[in-house]
């Protein structure tokens, strides 16, 4: 629920993004200016903010069938199609090449980088919803004997395997076409110097997308057509990403006793209230990233510690290894889960905490991407969860009961 709070805002931009470059708002325009002035308008990404919950909201109301399958059924094939497209206009550019070079070439010292690791596994699972219950959200309504196992590997194949079309669409294209409108400079032996697309690359998912990505698109003939392509492909990409997480809110508050009609309207109270601080403030917006991203580490541990305690190969044997699955997990499951993940998560949270305790200002709560901010927050979180405790657990009991 902490990032869906935030990512409702996300959502929004895609939105406003998305119906500027269909209005030609976008065209011919200081894309810094822009952006600088969105963001820091208060009213607009608040308003779009708590556009993109209404619309999430309607199609949860909607039913799993009628409102979020019948979504998905649109969003994400649509999704797929305009990666695809867009995919092949970015390779078919001059000097995709380099692009290509940069997204696949293999840097032997980045290995040595514990902050690439850090970025790169906590990416993944926030991408993929490991760790924060997505999947296990909409497992409730699956067919009791539906091959576990391999929806498993597909939901992680298809995730990944549509961030690598996302790169492909955006890292040759920032190479192309810096290079094209001349921010690249020729070395001695006549090949490009690619530092200004490097740069652009380290803009951050902010600068990148909202602008570098049209700044670039509009040096191409169509650019008011692909950047309305681009912008839509984000908005379906963030807005079936809100409907889980808004669902998995819903759901729990389900599990608690609360009839769908009242839990939807609570959960999109609550969201558009507390994301109303992410929409005003990119800061605040950063901080909420920083904190619960870094969070996914922490509870997706505790999956892997609740395996454990189960024991990891009864688990294995009792939920992946059905007799309806086609796909049989063996022993190095065992290793994965009960060994890697544990000693992944620790030395992760550790190297973290020690790199990050040698800055004083790491004890700073109010600074935005210190690891006193990380744990005053989720110090926060837990104190409310336990004063909720004793109450959801006599509602739950109550509602046991009755039933």
């Not at 199609?81 to 032997?108: C, E, H, M, Q, W």
């Not at 688990?315 to 699955?325: A, I, Q, V």
Request: with cysteine; glycine share 8%.
């Amino acid at each position: 629920m902490g990032i869906m709070f935030y990512y409702s805002v996300v959502t929004g931009w895609a939105l406003k993004y998305f119906l500027s470059a269909v209005t030609g708002a976008l065209n011919g325009v200081d894309h810094n200016v822009y952006w600088d002035t969105f963001t820091s308008s208060g009213i607009q990404p608040v308003m779009f903010h708590l556009v993109s919950i209404a619309i999430a909201s309607f199609i949860i109301y909607q039913g799993i069938l009628n409102g979020i399958e019948r979504a998905n059924r649109i969003l994400l094939p649509s999704l797929l199609v305009l990666l695809i497209v867009g995919a092949v206009r970015s390779l078919t550019l001059a000097n995709a090449g380099a692009g290509l070079d940069y997204f696949f070439g293999f840097k032997p010292e980045a290995l040595y980088n514990y902050k690439m690791w850090l970025e790169t596994l906590s990416q993944s699972a926030w991408s993929t919803g490991a760790g924060w219950g997505l999947v296990l959200t909409y497992a409730v309504y699956m067919r009791e004997k539906e091959d576990i196992t391999l929806n498993s590997f597909l939901t992680g194949f298809g995730n990944n395997s549509a961030s690598l079309l996302a790169g492909l669409v955006i890292i040759p294209a920032v190479f192309s076409l810096s290079a094209t409108i001349g921010s690249a400079d020729l070395i001695a032996n006549g090949t490009v110097d690619f530092k200004a697309a490097e740069a652009a690359l380290a803009a951050g998912n902010e600068g990148l997308g909202f602008i570098v990505i049209p700044q670039l698109f509009s040096k191409l003939p169509a650019a008011t057509l692909l950047t309305s392509f681009f912008f839509l492909a984000l908005f379906f990409a963030a807005l079936s990403s809100l409907i889980a997480m808004m669902e998995l809110s819903t759901r729990m508050l389900m599990d608690f006793g609360f009839e769908r009609r009242k839990a939807l309207p609570a959960i999109a109270l609550l969201c558009g209230v507390l994301g109303i601080p992410s929409a005003y403030s990119m800061t605040f917006f950063k901080n909420q990233d920083w904190v619960w991203g870094l969070g996914l580490i922490i509870s997706g541990s505790f999956f892997a510690f609740a395996a454990i305690k189960t024991g990891v190969n009864q688990f294995r044997e009792t939920y992946l290894n059905r007799p309806e699955n086609n796909v049989k997990v063996g022993r190095w499951f065992n290793i994965v889960l009960g060994v890697m993940i544990p000693i992944e998560a620790a030395v992760l949270m550790i190297g973290w905490v020690y790199r990050e305790c040698d800055m004083v200002a790491c004890w700073y709560p109010t600074r935005p991407f210190s690891l006193a901010t990380c744990v005053a927050q989720w110090g926060m979180l837990i104190i409310i969860l336990l004063m909720l405790n004793s109450w959801i657990y006599s509602r739950v009991s109550a509602e046991g009961s009755r039933g």
